[in-house]
């Protein structure tokens, strides 16, 4: 797949699979094409050339909306909760069959705050609201964008456990674009790296966290 | 370019294009004045006419009280609208977006109703008529005065020019650029040290007195004074023009006054409701051309 | 400059973001504050940066009582800050947002002329380089990628050469490389800036802070040298899981 903005291509040819119940993330600097990757996918940009399939399916080109009914849910970077509603109404907005206890006994926070305006959340809480928000899609693909960001060490973990359990009981498949690779290698099978575009390695994450070298080639760290 | 081909008009042009020439660069220093509230502070005031209204009836009451000068004429038209805009910037200025819009409306009709009823001072809706042309030291020895053929045109035309080159100035100068951060971030401008409040008065009062001698011209140019000049639709106008010639630059509204004045002339001699069209071509502009003429000039 | 907040309590109607706090940092401290989602630690520093006022309590900038004063005073005073969402000139190029945080510090904003400002072009060239996006400098903001974004607010408020600086989780969002060049910005500012970050990584923090505080909703429970809060039972407990 090949996409961009305009006239410059932040994705170039880029091919990569998730299979049904796999974790796989998406690694690089920023820059290298992770978030434009995860948008073309979810139909939030239109991808120049190249196809989305989901199940087998061509979902190239498709508005996001019509992508999102089968199954496929994104939490965008910077969080983007509907401010002048209540917690409860954002979760409720989105939900598809969802259960709201589930996020609730996941993100605490949100229960207690469930009747505030999301404009007076912190942060980090408007961005357990996200999360909730795309799991009360029921997805069967799940994508994130940067989880991680703006939340606590504690949250972050509990994160990771949810996404672990929600794989086992329910089946999901998720893909990741993370800077954290703790979480990073807490949830995923397998990892993509990508840079200035590119797709340019793919391994196993167990793999890939052992080997430092190939971590500071692409990441830097 | 611009200039220099309009400057020839009073060569070649009959006596009544030159009187819509004329009007058109009236209204095109009116439009920039607007335009550096709107296109550089991003200011929308809807009440922008209360101060070219406010410039013409100063200029008339000092011409009537036997003052035919041109300069102090000009002078107190930007004065007197300089001074309007204080107190109308002081309250308005409070807030930003739709509710300083509303705000400038409801000023600029509260300017127009004292208009039509201070008729001891303003005559009401009959006006103050009877402004003589103004008159130039050094013209008067060279035997010329403003009712020749062509001459106020070009008068108009050098003001216009001296607005153009002034507010390109300060729309290039740090004051001008400070304008344009508070327009794309206030909080950010706050939070590293500008007094935003005072900048944007600064720039309110600036815009007024530029219409204000616009205001004044149009008193010399008609004769008269009359309320309509505040009248909420003239701010409206001008706004049309700003946007249709292009907001962030300032030969936009110069296009856009000619574009607008013109389309004005040209659909009213053949069509009734020339405002909906009018109008219709102002939404077009908004939805497909969003830069404007200077917009549809740089993509060609 | 030396920053308090004294019996600082915000309320939102029957909500207290803040309750009772007091917090004292020094001249040319460098001061982390940690704590749990909706601690009120971006509150905490909407409070002292004056977006916020609060409903009881004061705060100090230096010697003055700044608990009344406006946002660009206490900027003008010397504070700086950075948001946790970027908040950049959107429309306006790289070379142009920190030309207006540099000229916002000169005060040179009266002008009514064009001038051509030697200096500042100078400055605005070192400070591009320094943060690597030198390479960027034509381009509007809108179109930077997310983590040039939270670089250049970082710079934006080095920019104005800031006697104290507020820092709203600068290393959110940013890769490995991207951390790196933040740490050492904020490294290299002068020893007399008094610097408070609120931050989630904690490798950054320990990096930079000599001093922590920790809140947990809208309490101050811990403050201390940066090791003691590390082994804090109930730091550990409430944000820090088991080190």
Known sequence: MTAGYG????????????GGGEAVALLGRNGAGKTT??????????????????????VTGQPSYRIARQGLSLVPQGRRIFTTLSVRENLTLASRGGDLAQVYSLFEILAIRSASPGSTLSGGE?????????????PRLLLLDEPSEGLAPQVVRNLAELVARLRREVGLSILVAEQNLGFAFAVADRVYLMERGEVVHEDAAGAFREDHALQKRYLGV | MLALALASVPAWAPRFWIYIATQALIFAIFAMSLDLLLGYAGLPSFGHAAFYGVGAYACALLALRDVDGLAPLLLVGALAAALAAVPIGALSLRTTGIYFLMLTLAFAQMLWGLAVNWISLTRGTD?????????????ETLNITFYERGAFFILCLVVAIVTFISLQALARSPFGKTLEGIRENERRMRALGCPTFRYRFAAFVVAAAFAGVAGALAAMSNGYATPDLLYWTGS???????????????????????????????????????????????????????????GLVRRT | MELSVAGLTVRFGALAALNRVDISVATGERRAVIGP????????????????????????????????????????????????????????????????AIRARKRGGWRFWPVGDRALNGEVKRRLEAIGLAHLAGRTTARLGHGERRILEVELALAASPSALLLDEPMAGLSAGERQTTLERLRSLPRDVTVVIVEHDLDAVFALAE????????????DGAAADVRANPRVQEVYLGPI
């Open chain 2, 127 to 139: 006006g103050l008529i009877g402004i003589p042309r103004p008159t130039l030291p050094g013209l």
């Open chain 1, 37 to 58: 990757t995860l948008m073309a996918i979810a139909g939030a940009i239109r991808p120049t050339s190249g196809t989305v399939e989901i199940d087998g399916r061509q």
């Open chain 3, 37 to 100: 989602n909706g601690a009120g630690k971006t509150t905490l520093l909407n409070v002292i940066a004056g977006e916020l006022q609060p409903t009881e309590g004061t705060v100090h900038l230096g010697e003055r009582d700044a608990t009344s004063l406006p946002t660009w005073r206490r900027a003008r005073l010397g504070l700086g800050r950075t948001f946790q969402r970027s908040t950049l000139f959107s429309q306006l190029t790289v070379v142009e947002n920190l030309a207006l």
């Open chain 2, 236 to 294: 409206g106008l001008a706004l049309v023009a700003v946007v249709v010639g292009g907001a962030r630059s300032l030969i936009g509204p110069v296009l856009g006054a000619f574009f607008v004045l013109f389309a004005q002339l040209g659909l009213s001699t053949f069509v009734e409701r020339w405002e909906l069209i009018l109008g219709a071509l102002f939404i077009a502009f908004v939805l497909f051309l969003p830069g404007g003429l200077v």
């Open chain 1, 126 to 138: 408007q961005q357990m609201l996200a999360i909730g928000r795309a799991l009360m899609t029921r």
């Open chain 1, 7 to 18: 006239a410059s291509v932040a994705v170039r040819n880029a091919s990569l699979r998730v």
């Open chain 3, 211 to 222: 001093r922590i505080t920790v809140l947990d909703h809208g309490v101050k429970i811990a």
